[in-house]
């Protein structure tokens, strides 16, 4: 317990930077978690006398053009964002990882499954995600689908890549030739080692996640305009932007720390990680 | 000539690889430096070279050649100089050459870091005559993936003879190629050594290729020399017992024994090595005064010497 | 080679007739029917039967995709509903927005990502390394429409060197000048992709760097410089220039959001808008032409990638 205790605190020593990134990422959980208690006003009160008032006194980021509050409004835009994020990761994971497993040990299936990763992967990614969104509608949970499709495709490859080589290792071979079922060496061989490529993945996901919900939200195709998302805070602040400066300010910084601390400890982790796995999932 | 005093090779903030070696190499004449892998030969040669990865770095010692010290001078240093110079052929030929470029250009290139005034191309191709390449003109413009494991290596041998070495160093130059390959490439160093009156420093684990190519045998265990011979005296009355040991493993064609023997226990990892005689956990001689404390020399009649408390052939001590 | 290239073509091709079929199909994944979502509630029975014997909808499906697929083989994508022109017209009249933004976009990204990659690879482990790594993750953390916003709020709103918005055809008034109006836009689309060439560019350096070969060439004597020049760089950029590719045909998509942001008449703000106006055959042949365009880049650069290594004449 103490050694893993210190292998995972030593690289929060040696790398502030990522510490840093944890701690913006357990703000926004918070943030989520008691986004009532936290935030001043709620989200959708409008104040019409007070419009688009600059950081400080009573509204402490300013207010926007229906005079609400940009911190409350902040405040439970993380709600939205830790709701894309679980939702792309998981819905990523959930199909990627059986479509390049299944692949990996059955070649005949892996070819077919594979042939239709590739196939996707020949969308250009957006595109992909937009024609999802036409044939769903508008809509979070369509949202997180139309990303998660996006990210099924690398997850499914990587996965497929990794257990192609563990299915390889000579303990795996062992383990089938004496006679192991299928499910076993999933659950025993393949699925324990590959938990820290996945971690590996499901970081960046996460980050990717909030930048293509924050697209589709600023093109208007994202979360519909009355929830409080930080894509839909830019968007409709958009046509302020010379007058009220700071509406662009607050929700973008939100969107890329948030992106930029997962990208952080994606990268820790793969750092940590055994080197035979960096090099099957050489990014 | 090239004189290596009591270098020590270490991984940065971490344990020696290589503990104190030290040995010279005389034109004309070779040294096989012999031991099993991990004993820090291949570190010792790249130290030589100035090649250590970023990971190590030679922490102690020195190497001079013609007098002149080289110890800490990068391989583009060396090249430049105008005394005695080494170059090294490396164990895999079929990754030490650029992929990308053809074989003249390869050659030529380490022609004009010598000489950058003459025409690189005739001397290149000289170059290729010297290490009995056939059909030169059409091997000048190959691609590296067009030619076989042993005509590599013996391009490798050109690049290395490009800058008229004083010392060739070979890293298991013939490990990777079948055994017909190999004893031309063995028979093409002898025969290089000769002519150009070049020492050779010959790295190998294969006592067998020592038996048969070099003048002297440096035997090397856990990041020490533990012993240095002539090859006769060597082969016919060892002194170390590391030295006995690896000969008792040699396939011996007049004994039917069909079961080869073998060292019991394994080479200690860096770090890890034990105090007193390195060797002491797995030789069959090992005593009290083995376990601690500084281990003494035995010297031979003929000159050999082996860092050993009770040495081998008492015999032939001097 | 050539079986190589027959090989590689064959497999293009079977990608791109399953993507037409999963393209064709989603007209018909549309909950309802998809004349009345087009047409509106409001839609004449006359109208609603004319729409549907244009489309070819009253066929059995692979009859349907027969005609479609085979209407596009000859160039015909359909005809746009909202604009009633033919949809290859209208993806001709944003092509020339899209390639040129993509072009210049590209410029940025090569002239930043590669020498800053090498940069970073060169002085592996010190803090230059550390800082422009950081950058880069950075960059690739940051998404394109608020650089954009931001690059519209500084240096057109603000200092006014650039236009905000709108691209004139450098065809028309003031020719190859109407390219300020996609500098803004290049360097907002080009931020996020620059990192992933940076990044990837390091790693290549990095990687060859640790070649057996590369050894060789520093036994030889030859300066660290040209090792790096010659020897590394030569060898680590084959596989950057095969993600140029990439690259550049996701830029073409990934254009849909800066093309919203700075008003530019491109195929990306086309498809979103054709999506506000339901206008399905527009989104179809849109999504068809960049797959295509993908899979043709794609294997132009495998290919070459196969031409500029000598190792693969003996496969």
Redesign the interface.
Known sequence: MMQTLATWTRPAISRP?TTLGVIFLLTVVVFAAFSPWIAPYAPDQIDPANRLLPPGGAHLLGTDHFGRDTFSRLVYGARLALLIGIGVVGFALASGVPIGILSALYPALGRVLM??V??LM??????LA??L???L?QGVFNAILAIGLIYLTTTARIVYGVALRLRAEPYVEAARSAGAGTWWIITRHILPNMISPLLVQASFVF?FAQ?GA??LD????GAPPDIPSW?NM?AES?IY??RA?WL?LWP?LM???T??SL??VG?AIRDRMDPRFREMVG? | MLNVDNIVVSVRNGPDIVRGVSFRIEPGEILGLVGESGSGKSMTSLALMGLLPPALHLSAGSITQDGADVTHLAPHERVRRKCGKMAMVFQEPMTSLNPVLRIAEQIEEAVRVHDPDTDASPRARELLDMVRIPDTAHQMRSFPHELSGGMRQRVMIAIALACRPQVLIADEPTTALDVTVQLQVLGLIRDLCNRLDMGVLFITHDLGVVAQLADRVAVMYAGSLVENADVEPLFRAPLHPYTGALMACLPNPESDDAVMATISGSAPRPGAIPPGCPFSPRCSRAQQPCLSGPVPCARGVAGQTAMCHFPLNESVLA | MGRYFLRRTGAAIITLIAASIIIFGFIHLIPGDPIYVMLGDGATPEQVALLRNRMGLDEPLVVQYMIWAGNALQGDLGQSIFFDTPVTQVIKEGAETSILLATITMVWIILFGVPVGILSAIRQGTWIDQGLSGLAMLLASVPTFWVGLYLILIFAAGLGWFPSSGFPSIFEEGGLSNLRYLILPSLALAAPNAALILRLTRASMLDVAREDYVRTARAKGIRPYRVVLRHILRNALLAVVSAFGFTFAALISEAVVTETVFALPGIGRTVVQSILRRDYPVIQGVILVTVCLYLVINLLVDLSYRLLDPRVELE
């Open positions: 930077l042939r239709m590739d196939v020949s969308f250009p990614s957006l595109l937009l024609g969104i036409v044939i509608g980050a930048l924050a697209s600023f093109l208007g195709l894509g830019l958009r932007i010379t400066s662009l973008g969107i890329v720390l992106a930029f990208n952080l990268d990014r």
